[in-house]
């Protein structure tokens, strides 16, 4: 099991545990393991990063909630 990189900064690789009491516990630790856990894999190959500037661009484009959303709104 993959737990990331804080004992690379001095801190407690286990932190999560804390949590374990909480109702969200189980379902984050499935989400990181299959999300998020892969993104340090070394072994895994690298993904170019002009292959994810179409999809930021497109979730960036407009605001949803946002406190300048109102603004933006208003200067149309």
Same mark, same amino acid.
């Given at each position: 099991?993959?737990? #990331? ?6 801190? @407690?690789? #286990? +932190?999560? !545990? *804390? ?9 984050? *630790?499935?989400?990181?393991? *299959?999300? !998020?856990?892969?993104?340090? @894999?070394?072994? $895994?190959? $690298?993904? !170019?990063?002009? /292959?994810?500037?179409? +999809? ?8 949803? &909630?946002? /406190?300048? *959303?109102?603004?933006? !709104? &208003? #200067? $149309?």
């Amino acid at each position: 099991m993959l737990l #990331n990189f804080f004992h690379h900064l001095g801190m @407690d690789r #286990n +932190m999560r !545990d *804390k949590f374990k009491g909480s109702e969200y516990f189980e379902h984050t *630790k499935r989400f990181v393991a *299959k999300y !998020d856990n892969p993104a340090f @894999d070394a072994s $895994k190959p $690298k993904l !170019d990063i002009a /292959l994810f500037a179409p +999809m930021v661009r497109a979730i960036m484009a407009k605001p949803r &909630q946002s /406190l300048y *959303k109102a603004a933006i !709104d &208003q #200067n $149309k």
